[in-house]
């Protein structure tokens, strides 16, 4: 192979090493998933949308609590799922953990995941 050839290749090669690595920069982080909240990855989620700010979340699930961590935080990822098994380590204090966590919702924020249960859907609106 000449050299002229080798060099063309290595170029062609690099210009699609910095494609590619510029494409998954540009795509930003992945979207959260279930595993943040100490679920299965594979808990299947029935609704996900970006409250921006957090506080925004009550336009979506107007029957959620409030919650002081939702009130000043800048962005919360919102996972919303069906009944979930609770997370290893839930109850604590000697309580012992629900089989199940009905209507569980996962919101990640910049200061770490908060994992709610028994969120009534009513009025609930899907972004």
Known sequence: ????LKLL???VAALGFAIGSAA???AGPPAPDPSECGLAAN????ARFDATPANRIWQHLPALGRSP???????AHV???GDVAPPAMFGGLGAAAPAQLANAVCVV?????VLYYNVSRQGFVAP
């Open 79 to 81: 996972l919303v799922l």
């Open 69 to 75: 961590e939702l009130e000043d935080a800048v962005i």
């Open 9 to 11: 290749l290595t170029g």
């Open 1 to 4: 192979m000449s050299s002229r």
């Open 43 to 46: 808990t299947p989620v029935l």
């Open 24 to 26: 998954t920069t540009l």
């Open 109 to 113: 924020l910049p200061d770490g995941p």
